[in-house]
């Protein structure tokens, strides 16, 4: 009989919930669908490709459209069949068995996902009740414990807090020897990117997404950015035809399409923004039910003991929201009507609970 072993049996999935919602405020996609006329290219696109030859291995023409996109050399990108294959990536190539990862919590959960697959020895550091964190702690605490390779999110899933600019370079700069990975896959709604240092410091990684403000969940499609001697392992290293030839050519018709992504983001912030006052009323209202934490990304989180109630709640009527730790909510923001539906909603299983 074949055994498992330890690590495999003690092994924590990730489970994202595949029921069908009316509304899908779950896993922070954008609620933006693709215009017909960009539909239109991506269609006559799919009409040319070559599907009897592999993929480019380097996504050259799809990472030309996001270097332009950001305005930075080519000669700084990977691209990744989403950004989380890129974390698994980094982690399996940079990290030898045994190594420390540095990350806190809460924060995206896949980096202690993929530390624990290669046998890594991953520590989080608790960040305060705000879920701000204390970057002079975490620069002494990586020194001290020889971290290999330090990863967060900035702004970061799930909590929505962004750390600024000053202080995330103040840590990059600090930790000259352990591997620095920014996950800015919510930067779009936040602007203290460290995109522009790759160049500048040897041991930065920044990770990208066109999951979030880009609405393209459905491709698959990240990019690693980093100076030249990161992007020449990351190549190396990665499967040689990890993007599909798809992804690749739509990919790059969208990002060269800049007033779909402009609109776009200025569509969720507006919606975010909208969602995240409604939100702000209900808990005045509601003040000793619902705590509404700032948020610097698409979702809003939430802090109320009536956590458990309220998503099951909704998964009834047809809405999805994410439940976290027990008394959080997580929920993307999403067209004004869903998120009218998405607070009365909420407002309802509050007010049950007053009279
Ligand atoms: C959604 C998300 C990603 C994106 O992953 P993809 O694999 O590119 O879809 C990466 N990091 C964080 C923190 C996220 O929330």
Redesign the pocket.
């Known amino acids: 009989m074949y055994t498992l072993n330890d690590k495999i049996n003690s092994f924590e999935p990730y489970k994202p919930d595949t029921a069908k919602y009316d509304i899908k405020a779950d896993?922070?996609e954008s609620f933006i669908t693709l215009p017909a006329s960009l539909r239109m290219k991506l269609a006559r696109a799919a009409m040319d490709l070559d599907y009897n030859i592999y993929p480019d291995c380097l996504a050259t023409e799809t990472c030309r459209a996001f270097a332009a996109y950001h305005n930075i050399p080519e000669a700084y990108i990977t691209a990744g069949n989403?950004?989380?294959?890129l974390?698994s990536v980094i982690t399996s190539a940079f990290l030898k068995k045994g190594d420390t990862i540095l990350t806190f919590k809460p924060d995206?959960s896949?980096y202690a996902f993929y530390g624990s697959i290669y046998e890594n020895s991953c520590i989080a550091l608790e960040k305060d009740e705000n879920f701000k964190i204390d970057v002079d702690h975490a620069i002494n605490f990586a020194k001290e414990h020889n971290v290999n390779m330090l990863i967060f999110?900035n702004p970061?899933?799930p909590t929505g807090q962004g750390m600024e600019r000053a202080d995330v370079e103040k840590i990059i700069s600090s930790l000259e020897h352990t591997l620095v990975v920014v996950?800015e896959?919510?930067m779009e709604f936040y602007s203290e990117s460290v995109l522009d240092l790759v160049g500048q410091y040897d041991n930065l990684i920044v990770?990208k997404?066109?999951?979030?403000a880009f609405g393209l969940?459905a491709l698959?499609?990240?990019f690693a950015v980093a100076g030249k001697k990161l992007t020449n392992v990351l190549r190396n290293v990665k499967s040689p035809y990890n993007v599909n030839s798809v992804t690749q050519a739509f990919g790059k018709i969208v990002l060269e399409n800049r007033k779909y992504i402009d609109n776009a983001i200025n569509d969720m912030l507006a919606s975010r923004n909208m969602l995240y006052k409604e939100l702000k009323k209900l808990s005045e209202r509601f003040e000793d039910e619902i705590y509404v934490y700032p948020t610097n990304t698409n979702f809003v989180l939430v802090r109320t003991d009536l956590a458990e109630k309220i998503h099951k709640r909704l998964c009834l009527e047809g809405i999805s929201i994410r439940h976290i730790f027990k008394n959080h909510l997580r929920i993307s923001a999403s067209s004004a009507d869903n998120n009218k539906k998405i607070i009365s909603a909420i407002a309802k299983v509050i007010a049950e609970k007053e009279n």
């Open positions: 896993a922070n989403g950004s989380d294959e974390i995206f896949m999110s970061c899933n996950d896959a919510y990770l997404t066109c999951s979030k969940a698959r499609l990240g």
